[in-house]
């Protein structure tokens, strides 16, 4: 929500033309695509809000590249519908879809100068002469590469390549902006300046957006909401947050940052008690498991909700107690391995400030008491 | 601690000796890498370029009943050094109409060859290399199929094939789709068929190699952006294809040019091309000069395309520097 409202923030002008709240924008129904024997997507469903910024998260071959090529129409999927603005693109071929896209390797033709393949587009649509340098030179000014028109792609830097490739996708003003891993052709530096760039750019325009990658980090800096998928299917839907927060599934929980997963048995009908056999105390979760007991399931806790302490905790349940067995200090945080005395390994973020506030800083073989609070474990019901 | 130490020092003495041992050895002595490199223009220096020399040198010599048949350029009789250059045969080459017809119709039929060849190869060459790549070798060994057997022999083969009472002609007029025998033996028809034929897999292997390392990301690039099937392939695919367009059309045209065996058992008399005018004026007048000069004219006609050739790739080097 939060995301939802800096946006519009952003964006008035295209706000006030694009009404927001219609979930119904883009829709994904259904879709199935085989490579023979293989399952690549499996069944996927999902609708997007005009002018939100979405992003399909997974490791490689979950099928996410797969999904965007069925929407772009370079592969035609074997059941199911693509819908964009009420028109069901699902059979059209590429070259007749309101969708443009921006490719891993920026495809940029490297016998054309830069305002050549800024202008091609526009060009296969038969677009005035006049228009088409106006609208060439606005979008290519709009990714600052107005200066290198008359460069070729190989005389540019990777970073100014996909601004053209930007430019090159957006300059035919799509009803859906596809980006294909958009920042995995750029160096690790530069990357970070680039996702708020390319952010920028795209909330001034206001253009709908799926985009694919397998990178967290860059998923949750630039979407307002993602879907985590694998083996073919979506296993999670939502804000950054959302998802970071509350994962649904262990898939989810581990693969959006790291986290400490327990197996609970419920301690009586619900109950908010779990039993684990990696802790002495039980686990505390905040609502009552509506469910009867010895039930087992999955509890997420991340790291960085951990207090350590060398004191043990007042509470009867949510604690644990070990010897500190790794230490990593990165940065902005410090990484313990806490090795409890079932032999079970905890990881724990500990901030700058948590570890000064300590009276000695823990080191390697010290026995510290860990705790959380009940609104840090979560529940994975998948 | 001490044998930790002694280690290394004593490794490095050995390393010291064999550096030594190497900067002794003479430095002019080519390496191996420089044979591997040499060893084909050596092969090329002795049999191209010194026969080409000595051809040079005929190509300035007059006639004369001898053996062999031509004067020598350098004489030295009573301390005098007579150097005697004869142009007179290069003029001959290039004004005379038989020298001059030959060369134009040797053009032409290269020319010609070379078109037809693209027209039907670099449509098969983008589908092989577009074929799943299971079955592309399959499909290029195809292409090399032919090269099992002798060249000649295949030419010899054609003769059966088209001649009036050939097999082509004797299914046509047995399924009643023609008359009379099609003339296509021994004459243009004929040669044309015979040309294409050999030369098509000189030109698909190369264009071949070009065309699938092509990125189709391009080509589909092309069609997000709203390019149809055709403008796709007319402003991607065919401008990203130049190269291997040119360098293969030039390894049919530069040996089609000089073409002899297959003018001469497919063509017509009226086909007369230009290895067989020097055939002809080596062996049948022993007029060695004309000959010599006639193939001069020849090698130097064939170096155009080739320069151009080596401009266009300098350009395509600057331009992606």
Redesign the interface.
Known sequence: MNHEAQRSDLAPASGAVNPRGQPDFVQIVDVEKRFGEAVAVDHVSLSIRRGEMFALLGSSGCGKSTLLRLVAGLSMPDSGRIIVDGQDITHLPPYQRPVNMMFQSYALFPHMTVEANAGYGLRREGVARAELRERVAAALDLVQMGKYATRKPHQLSGGQQQRVALARSLVKRPKLLLLDEPMSALDKKIRQQTQFELGNILYSVGVTCIMVTHDQEEAMTMADRLAVMSEGQIVQMGTPDEVYEAPTSRFAAEFIGSTNLFSGVLLGDESRLFQCSDLEAPLEVQNPMNARGGLTVQISLRPERVTMSPLPPGQESNWARGKVEQIAYMGSYTLFYVRLGSGRLLAVDASRMAVCAMERAPSYGDTVYLSWGSECLVVLTQ | MTDRLALPARRGRTRGLAARLASWLPSWLPKGRTFVIAAPFAFLLVFFLVPFVAVLKISFADVQMSVPPYTSLVDLTDGTLKIALDFEHFRTVLTDHLYLGAYVFSVEVAAMTTLVCLLVGYPACYLIARADPAHRNLLLMMVMLPFWTSYLIRVYAWIGLLKNQGLINNVLIWAHLTDEPLKIYHNNWGLMIGMVYNYLPYLMLPLYAYLVKL?M??V?????????PA?AFF??TL??SRRGIIASSLLVFIPAVGEYVIPELLGGSNSLMIGRVMWDDFFVSTDWPTASAATVAMVVLLLLPMAWFQRIRQKDIE??R
Request: hydrophobic share 45%; net charge negative.
């Open positions: 990125d990301t391009l589909e690039a092309a069609y997000d952006l709203g390019a149809r403008a402003t991607i401008p990203m331009g992606a």
